[in-house]
């Protein structure tokens, strides 16, 4: 039996999802190594790699894209930081996975995506929806035609309450940049190959209405027509106490799918105080088989030099386009038409 060569993997960015997808690479998946790990923060790499068993350690992303033998890198920096360091590690004929967002203007992500394809290097991009297990058998009823048409298509993310950040640390328009452009992405990835034609966003800060004033969003409603004749509905809040909610759901001329569940699992409690189910309340326990899924299709296509089967940087740059356009109607108060 031939052995298959494990891809190795070097990690840029070790906070809260760096460090799980690096465990996911180090643990999770048999056919992935994890062989470097790097960030700027003092101890942080060496203390994660010290916890996962890997050998070396960079406080900069030019040593780790140096590191002997390395295939492919996994960003997971903040987000303004991913495009250099995505052109960074093409230049270098690295294969990249990179966690959204890719980047933050159009010129960014135009500029990753000519990168990646000039070095022929597979760029994933980590909408992990796409990944879970009822988000995918919905996209497969809507491809087999089992609810027809789509019309109306929703996809909402409820972050786990309550809400504990200090709002002065998250970056201006977050709500539309790094929480529903998940929904985005999800909204076009079910709706497939339409195109967003109008874009109508509210959103006001209801969860920590004392930060408002500074411009810190932490509930919106984006209505999108798409160019099929279908409507989407995305919504977000930063607080809910009763757990993590992610749901989907496309209604279409012959039926519907719906998608998600907030519930931990089909455990019911029924005792004196009447019938209960806990919750899910992080993402990486919802999704930690969605997150292992992508990372295993990652390394398949950097071993077989393929492009990436899951989001792309187009993928990317077409949710992006609708999170700048909701940017755009909430500071005019406008729809705004999508070229
Ligand atoms: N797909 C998902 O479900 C999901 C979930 C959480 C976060 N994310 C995304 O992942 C990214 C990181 O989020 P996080 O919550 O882990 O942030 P975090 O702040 O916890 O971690 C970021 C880490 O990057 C390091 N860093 C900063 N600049 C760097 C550089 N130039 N090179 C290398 N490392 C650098 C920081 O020191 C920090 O350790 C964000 O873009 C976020 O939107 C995605």
């Not at 295939?71 to 991913?82: E, G, L, Q, S, Y």
Request: charged share 20%; hydrophobic share 45%.
């Amino acid at each position: 039996m031939t052995k298959i060569k494990p891809v190795n993997v070097g990690l840029i960015g070790a906070g809260r999802i760096g460090s799980f997808h690096g465990e996911t690479v180090a643990r999770r998946l048999v056919d992935a190594e994890l062989v470097a790990i790097a960030d700027p923060a003092s101890g942080a790499a060496a203390k994660l790699a010290d916890r996962l068993g890997v050998d070396a350690s960079y406080t900069d992303v030019t040593e780790l894209l140096a590191h002997p033998g390395l295939d492919a890198v996994i960003i997971a920096t903040p987000a303004r930081f991913h495009t250099n360091i995505l052109v960074q590690a093409a230049e270098a004929g690295k294969a990249i996975f990179c966690e959204k967002p890719m980047s933050l203007t159009l010129e960014d992500a135009d500029r990753a995506i000519a990168a990646a394809r000039g070095a022929g290097v597979t760029l994933q991009v980590g909408f992990n929806r796409r990944w879970d297990q009822a988000f995918a058998e919905g996209r497969a009823a809507i491809d087999a035609g089992k609810i027809g048409a789509p019309q109306l298509i929703r996809s909402l993310t409820r972050d786990p309450g309550p809400f504990g950040a200090d709002p002065g640390k998250i970056p201006l328009w977050t709500i539309f940049y790094e929480t529903l452009i998940h929904d985005f992405d999800t909204l076009l990835w079910l709706n497939p190959g339409a195109k967003p034609v109008e874009v109508f966003a509210m959103a006001d800060a209801l969860v920590r209405p004392d930060a408002r004033e500074k411009g810190f969003l932490d509930t919106a409603v984006v209505s999108i027509r798409f160019d099929n004749g279908s409507v989407a509905v995305a919504e977000a809040n930063f607080s809910a106490l009763y757990g993590y909610d992610i749901r989907g759901e496309v209604f279409g001329s012959g039926g519907m799918v719906t998608m998600g569940d907030v519930r931990r699992s089909s455990l019911t409690l029924f005792d004196k105080d009447g019938v209960s189910n806990d919750t899910w309340r992080r993402d990486t326990d919802h999704f930690i088989h969605g997150y292992t899924a992508q990372l295993a299709s990652f390394a398949n296509a950097v071993r077989n030099r393929a492009l990436a089967e899951g989001p792309t940087g187009i993928d990317a740059r077409n949710a992006l386009a609708i999170a700048l356009a909701c940017i755009e109607s909430v500071s005019t108060k406008q729809p705004v038409i999508l070229k």
